[in-house]
């Protein structure tokens, strides 16, 4: 215990993974804490559950606004060298197609000033519907619609497969992880004093938080962030691996559309789960998706099976989007957002040498590496708001 980081890192998701990679490689002595992703049959007994828990999440550099563009154009950019360091491949560049039946739509038009971001002249195609059909006959959307596609590094990337990478250069660069649950942070004046589930206890400078939506229910001593936590739920559907191949090509997909009994549609190409098995993965927003506020609320909806009829309606949801392609099994995983209440991400100092990297609002992942780059630079007090709109990292 005698020992003192120059800082600690607390959560080894999405952001906090690329904070402590940066903040190492950045030449300070930098602890990593959390815990690794827990089997189906201990989540029940889990403390804390994390958004990597899956194989395929979107990427694509045209996002909601131009600063999220921002983020997820370097973060794409430092895809080459996550890999060549690490020796892990974790991405596929089969491309993203957006598609919206809601007219008029006002992302699809703005969207025509955000691809200026990308670097190459083929990244960005506007689609008509005879286009969409004849390019992606896999794929059914009502009309009138409209669309474009994103190509270069957009497309799938793996989640676990990325936290990997990140801890794997992490660790390279001569920097400790320790998996656990941390449950106190205390402020010793010369430092912080970090306590962990396991009764360890580590000594810091500074403490980055990269907590996601579990930091209200530890006992931080920080003050309170304005989160809100959606509860959301993703269909997988089987496909062989004949099947899988032959879809290699597909690209993620963003369908803008409403129906009675969901919207908003995404979905990444079959890829390769742990059980050895190839699933289609949608999901959208669903009609009894509800906010939770509570530790046990959030722990119980990872563990509990689907609601009524989210099944059925998540299968007929796959069945009229890829109408042509035969599936094999069908099964329902829960999952959660975390909302800051601005909808905005939050990078800042929060106590006297306490610094806070969250609020992935639903698009973490294609962000996480230039997230976790400026939330090591904001606890290191270096310049990480200059290229983007003022006030778009505070709450």
């Known amino acids: ?57 979107v990427t694509r550099k045209i996002g909601k606004t131009k600063d999220w563009s921002k ?14 360091q690490s020796g892990i491949n974790f991405y596929g560049n089969e491309g993203c197609l957006y598609v919206s039946d809601l007219l008029p739509d006002d992302h ?51 989640p676990r497969l990325l936290i990997e990478a990140q801890l794997a250069i992490f660790a390279k660069a001569g920097g400790k992880w320790v998996d656990d649950v941390v449950e106190t942070v205390i402020d010793k004046t010369d430092f912080y004093e970090v306590t962990t589930g396991k009764a360890q206890t580590f000594r810091a400078k500074k403490v980055l938080y990269a907590t996601g939506v579990f930091h209200p229910f530890f006992q931080f001593n920080t003050p309170a962030i304005p989160l809100e936590i959606k509860t959301e739920t993703i269909i997988l559907a089987e496909v062989s691996k004949i099947q899988a191949e032959k879809l290699r090509q597909m690209p993620s997909i963003l369908y803008t559309c409403k129906t009675d009994t969901y919207d908003e549609i995404y979905g990444i190409q079959p890829v390769l789960y742990p059980d050895g098995k190839y699933y289609l993965k949608l999901g959208a927003n669903l009609n009894d998706d509800r906010f939770l506020t ?38 329902i995983k829960h999952c959660i957002i975390e909302y800051i209440q601005s909808r905005r991400p939050l990078i800042a100092q929060i106590g006297r040498e306490q610094y806070i990297c969250t609020g992935g609002n639903g698009y973490g992942a294609m962000c996480s590496d230039a997230m976790g780059r400026l939330g090591a630079n904001c606890a290191q007090d270096l310049d990480f708001e200059s290229e983007f709109s003022q006030g778009f990292f505070k709450l």
């Open 1 to 57: 215990m005698s020992e003192i980081y120059d800082v600690i890192v607390i959560g080894r998701g999405l952001f906090g993974s690329p904070a402590a990679k940066y903040l190492q490689k950045d030449g300070l002595k930098t602890l990593l804490i959390g815990p690794l992703e827990p089997q189906p049959a201990d989540f029940k007994e889990a403390k804390v559950f994390s958004s990597h828990y899956d194989s395929g999440r």
């Open 71 to 84: 983020l997820n154009a370097q973060t794409q950019a430092a895809f080459k060298s996550i890999v060549d």
């Open 108 to 158: 699809y038009a703005k969207a025509i000033d955000y691809q200026l971001l990308a670097k190459e002249d083929n990244d960005f195609q506007v689609l008509n519907e005879s286009q969409l059909e004849q390019l992606f006959p896999y794929f059914s959307f009502q009309k009138p619609s409209v669309a474009y596609f994103e190509k270069a590094l957009s497309g799938h990337l793996n």
């Open 294 to 331: 509570n530790l046990e609320d959030i722990k119980s909806w990872f563990c509990q099976g689907p609601l009524p009829d989210q099944f059925e309606v998540l299968k007929q949801m796959v069945i009229d989007l890829c109408p042509t392609i035969d599936f094999l099994s069908f099964q």
